[in-house]
């Protein structure tokens, strides 16, 4: 019997969430979400504080159960994935071992999975080679982020899931923990990733997904969610202009004002440019640029007050 355009699409996804729900009493985590990922995507789960992110990750890893709908993995349930080492996780939570070495752990971990990677290639692929004899409870969090990495990497899994993996990282190590992760997605694996910082996902992700209260409430390209935002925004050093002559401008929607140095939001960025330049005619250092991720962040993911 030829199999129905759903179960098709589920057998060739990477990750197949469809009608999840899971609620917690009167408080709906998630609320019917439906998200395919293909393999091969690097996916950004973006939204505020309780929109659903850890409880949508905890259900895909298995760790839940959904109170309604489906998950699949490469066309498995969570468990068979996770038991066959296709899915490596890093949580921000997860517990090291204070009285193991990083290499210790490393491989202690790898001794669970049929097709793991050497411990060396973890090492070299983290950059932990140099922690490697180092125990647990002398890791910084920043290190301890990397050995979290370490341990997910070492299975070699097809997809990856990370919740906030650079939290307590410095520049440095961020930049080398990309580094690695471009060296991983490069050979055409798939990894789904929280994060809180909105410059990665619009540096590393194919694709975000924003949710809101239990919902998706965008999906797409970083380019197609940023002009979701609409509008632009007018940067102009504005020497002597007050706040509410600036929101005055045609366009304009909200303002920024911090010493001499102004933000404008606008709808319109053509007249905005005309009238402020007509009005401030000293005004210097002035960019207009296209809406951000940032932007389209707090435009999809803040909630409105209902009316009353």
Same mark, same amino acid.
């Given at each position: ?15 197949? $969430? @469809? ?9 709906? &985590? ?11 995507? =690097?996916? &950004? $789960? ?5 929109? +659903?992110? !850890? ?5 895909? %890893?298995?760790? !839940?159960?959904?109170? !309604? +709908?489906? =998950? ?8 068979? &994935? ?11 939570? &997860? ?15 790898? !001794? %669970? ?6 411990? +060396? ?34 299975? #070699?899994?097809?997809? %990856?899931?990370?919740? /906030? ?26 990894? $789904? ?5 909105? /410059? ?17 409430? @965008?999906? +797409?390209?970083? @380019? ?18 007050? /706040? ?12 920024? $004002? ?16 005309? @009238? ?18 940032? #932007?389209?962040? %707090?435009?999809?993911?803040? /909630? ?5």
């Amino acid at each position: 019997m030829r199999k129905n355009v759903a179960d098709e699409v589920s057998a060739g996804a990477a990750v197949h $969430l @469809a009608g999840l729900r899971k609620h917690y009493g009167e408080v709906r &985590a998630v609320d019917g979400v439906d998200l395919t990922i293909a393999p091969g995507e =690097v996916v &950004a $789960l973006l939204g505020p504080n309780g929109a +659903g992110k !850890s409880t949508t990750v905890d259900m895909l %890893l298995g760790l !839940s159960t959904p109170d !309604s +709908g489906t =998950v699949t993995v490469f066309g498995r349930s969570p468990a068979d &994935a996770v038991a066959d080492g296709a899915i490596g996780a890093m949580l921000q939570g &997860a517990t090291l071992l204070d009285d193991a070495t990083v290499a210790e752990m490393i491989a202690m971990v790898g !001794s %669970l999975h049929r097709n793991a990677m050497p411990a +060396g290639e973890v090492l070299r692929r983290c950059g932990l080679t140099e922690l490697a004899g180092r125990r647990g409870s002398k890791l910084s969090g920043g290190q301890k982020q990397r050995v979290r990495f370490a341990i997910a990497l070492v299975s #070699d899994p097809d997809l %990856l899931v990370l919740d /906030e993996p650079t939290a307590a990282m410095d520049v440095g190590a961020r930049r080398e923990f990309w580094r690695s992760m471009r060296e991983y997605t490069d050979t055409g694996r798939t990894v $789904l990733f929280a994060t809180h910082y909105l /410059e990665e996902a619009e540096e590393f992700a194919d694709r975000v997904v924003f949710l809101r209260s239990g919902r998706i409430v @965008a999906d +797409g390209t970083v @380019a197609t969610v940023r002009a979701l935002a609409g509008g632009r925004t007018v940067r102009a050093v504005v020497p002597g202009a007050g /706040e509410p002559e600036l929101l005055a401008l045609p366009g304009v929607t909200a303002v920024d $004002l911090r010493a001499d140095r102004a933000t404008l939001s606008s709808d319109d960025s053509d007249r905005t440019l005309r @009238a402020l330049l007509s009005r401030y005619g000293h005004a210097y250092d002035i960019e207009v640029a296209a809406a951000g991720l940032e #932007d389209a962040f %707090l435009s999809l993911t803040t /909630e409105t007050e209902p009316a009353r």
